[in-house]
């Protein structure tokens, strides 16, 4: 499952327990009629992905839901869901680090010779 939005909110990666835990929570507000403000969060080594991201920027995630069920000390059941999230793309075009740019960013190659012989297979 895919959401997409624009980055509202990105949170500091915090650790939880002796196991040392880790959760980073982002929220993403969707373009539609009725915008929603959706609270996705990135766990253990998923953290990471939102270093490379920031607020306004627009992007895809691929989330998962995800859904637990509590009983109460005094016996009584509630639910939760939350959204976690396990790859995030950026849509607006721009490079992240580390990528190449855009093909429009490059000088025309002007020595280019159709004779030249490569070693490539097509």
Known sequence: ME???TIKKIDET???????FRK???VVTTQEQYPQHLLIEFIQDK????????VGQPVKIGVNLRGREWVSPQGETKYFNSIQGWR?????????????PPVDQFEPANDFN???NDDLPF
């Open 3 to 5: 959401v997409q939005g």
């Open 14 to 20: 915090k650790t939880y327990g002796n196991n040392g």
């Open 24 to 26: 980073r929570e982002v």
């Open 47 to 54: 953290c990471d992905l939102l270093n490379n991201f920031q």
């Open 88 to 100: 995030i793309e950026d849509l607006g075009g721009s490079a992240p680090q580390g990528d190449v």
């Open 114 to 116: 159709d004779d030249d």
